[in-house]
């Protein structure tokens, strides 16, 4: 979501882009690849 080319294609279509800071970002990579992805889900 970082890159323009996302976000110009989403801002293009009415809707307003926010993003997240570093650490959050990492997060929930982390929870998205470390976890969902491998079929664990943790309620932290």
């Known amino acids: 979501m970082t890159e323009d080319f ?3 294609r989403i801002i293009d279509n009415g ?4 993003i997240l800071n570093k650490d959050d970002i990492e997060l ?10 491998v079929g664990k889900i943790n309620e932290d």
Not at 15 to 18: E, G, K, Q, R, S
Request: include cysteine.
């Open 28 to 37: 929930v990579n982390r929870v998205i690849y470390d976890e969902l992805c």
């Open 6 to 8: 996302y976000k110009d």
């Open 15 to 18: 809707i307003d882009v926010m």
